[in-house]
C-alpha cells in the first residue's frame, strides 16, 4: 500500500515533525505529502496555484486535517473539500489539538469522516498514527478512483 499518499495539512512545524515521526514509527510508510496552510491544501487537492502542474486525479488516500491553519483555517478547507465533486468523498481525519466541542460538532456538520485529538504523549501519538494509518490504509474501502491517478 505504498503508493497510497496521505496528505498532511499542519502548519505548526513541530506537530508536522511528530505526526511524520510517528507515522513512521506506526510502520506507516506511505509517502506524505505537507500542505502548511489551508491555501496549499487546496492548491493541492485542486491542482492549483503552485501545484497546477500537478496531476489533478491523482488524489491523496485521505487527509489527515489540522483545523487551525493560517489563511484559510480547516474547516473551510473540509467545506471547500466537500463542496467539489473531485474530492467530496475523499477521507477526512481532522488531526487537531483542539478540545473545544464546536470543533468537534462543526467537523462532523461539515462531513469530517473522524476526529481524532492529538494525543501529548508521544507513545501514545504513536499508537494513534499507526492505528489510523492501519483502518485508513488497510481495513477501510475508499470510492473507486481516490487515490488513483
Not at 33 to 52: C, K, P
Not at 54 to 74: E, T
Amino acid at each position: 500500500m505504498i503508493d497510497r499518499v496521505i496528505l498532511l495539512v499542519e502548519d505548526n512545524p513541530r506537530d508536522e515533525e511528530l505526526t511524520l515521526r510517528a507515522l513512521k514509527k506506526g510502520n506507516v510508510l506511505n509517502p506524505v505529502v505537507v500542505a502548511r496552510d489551508g491555501v496549499e491544501a487546496l492548491d493541492y487537492l485542486f491542482a492549483r496555484g503552485a501545484q497546477a502542474n500537478r496531476a489533478a486525479a491523482a488524489m491523496p488516500h485521505f487527509v489527515l486535517l489540522d483545523l487551525k491553519l493560517p489563511k484559510v483555517d480547516g474547516l473551510e478547507v473540509l467545506k471547500a473539500m466537500r463542496a467539489d465533486e473531485r474530492t467530496k468523498l475523499l477521507p477526512v481525519v481532522v488531526l487537531t489539538s483542539s478540545n473545544e466541542e464546536q470543533d468537534l460538532i462543526r467537523s462532523y456538520s461539515l462531513g469530517a469522516n473522524s476526529y481524532v485529538r492529538k494525543p501529548v504523549d508521544f507513545v501514545e501519538f504513536i499508537e494513534a498514527a499507526r492505528q489510523l494509518g492501519l483502518y485508513w490504509l488497510v481495513i477501510n474501502k475508499t470510492p473507486p478512483l481516490i487515490g488513483k491517478p
